[in-house]
């Protein structure tokens, strides 16, 4: 049964994208400042740490138009986490990786996770790094990982690394060979992983199934929570498969993400076994009752 109304949450709304420019030079600052420190695994709740009340996931598809619009709904997202308590707050933000179309309102590119726990300036200071999930749901170890494996001997050394503790799998103490050589597999042979790169440029595609999958398995191992909420914001298409032509010319001056949508089928497959009890879907020709079919199965 999904939980009732949380007075605790925060409301989620899109803003405007005009922005002043006086205050996008003060954030440039900023940001140039404290811009250069990846998260390391002592950031992330321990192993051993309880479960949060919630998990509130936030997956901002900005490489594209909505950037300006997406870096407002960042900043009010940081703003409503300070009042929470007992509520792990990640952020997916993608964006324009090109420095050739660089606007006093960007001084990092690509593709970010952040932890909110902290103010804007300290918060994009700290972007997540890819790392071993220390526990596994049961569930998603299995179909997630171990039978994405077609080699028998990778599907044992992922066995062989993580023993069975109620409804997780959590992993043993082992060599930084060891771990190494796991990495490699959950991240290159499973596909299980989201190749965060810290401080480092990464351009993963948001709208994609296999990006969006990778991060509700990151929120679901490093953030464990009883209830889990999912806030997708973007260009949508619903149920429809094709993406907008570009205008004439477009393809030569912007990446091709630009022209890429948000669709039900895609978030529907990379929440199969990972579903949330809350799911928000901020885009266009999300609220029909195909794309709320194909979703049933998942909220």
Aim: proline letters at 7%; hydrophobic letters at 40%.
């Amino acid at each position: 049964m999904m939980p009732g109304p949380d007075p605790n949450l925060p409301q989620y709304m899109t803003c405007n994208s005009s922005i002043r420019f006086a205050w996008n030079l003060l954030l440039l600052c900023s940001t140039l400042v404290f811009a250069g420190t990846a998260l390391t695994q002592s950031d992330l709740p321990g192993p051993g740490a309880a479960p949060a009340r919630w998990t509130l996931a936030f997956y901002l598809a900005g490489e594209n138009s909505l950037e300006r619009a997406q870096a407002d709904n960042f900043r009010e997202i940081i703003r409503g986490a300070a009042a929470l308590s007992d509520v792990h707050v990640v952020v997916f933000f993608d964006r324009d990786e090109s420095l050739k179309r660089e606007t006093p309102l960007t001084s990092w590119k690509g593709t970010r996770v952040f932890r909110v726990r902290a103010p804007f300036a300290e918060t994009i200071r700290r972007p997540l790094s890819t790392t071993l999930p220390e526990s596994i749901e049961i569930g998603r170890f299995h179909h997630l990982i171990l039978d994405r494996l077609s080699d028998p001997a990778e599907r044992r050394r992922v066995q062989d690394a993580y023993q069975r503790s109620g409804s997780r799998y959590v992993i043993k103490p082992s060599s930084s060979a060891q771990k190494k050589s796991l990495l490699e597999i959950l991240e290159q042979k499973a596909d299980y992983l989201l190749p965060l790169g810290g401080a480092r440029t990464v351009n993963l595609q948001a709208t994609s199934e296999k990006t969006m999958r990778q991060f509700f398995s990151f929120v679901r191992d490093h953030f464990p929570a009883r209830h889990y909420g999912l806030f997708i914001t973007g260009h949508g298409n619903g149920w429809y498969e094709k993406d907008p032509l570009p205008p004439d010319g477009g393809a030569g001056h912007y990446p091709a993400e630009y022209f890429q949508t948000l669709k039900s089928s895609a978030i529907a497959a990379a929440a199969s076994r990972q579903p949330f009890d809350v799911l928000s879907l901020d885009s266009c020709l999300m609220a029909d009752i195909e794309t709320l079919w194909n979703l049933t199965r998942h909220v």
